[in-house]
């Protein structure tokens, strides 16, 4: 389905869903950063880190997990 969205816009948003994938860091709980990738490349599409996590070594995080999912993935 399209998920309630109004026209195609449940679809496109559901492909983008299932043709990407997102990996994310939790700390106590909260999101504390996530990437979107590419699938088969692993290469960052997008990425984020709250102001209140950075500077504490996450992004080099997010990013060796992402490395790691590049491999489960191909």
Known sequence: G???L????????FR????HRAI???R????AGYAILAPFSG??????IPPD??????????????ESAAQVTA
């Open 53 to 66: 996590f950075r500077r504490k070594g996450l992004g080099k995080a997010l990013l060796a997990r992402r």
């Open 43 to 48: 290469r960052v599409l997008q990425w984020a």
């Open 24 to 26: 994310g860091i939790f």
């Open 6 to 13: 109004p026209g195609s816009l449940g679809k496109g948003l």
């Open 28 to 31: 106590e709980e909260r999101l």
């Open 2 to 4: 399209n998920h309630n």
């Open 16 to 19: 983008s869903v299932v043709r």
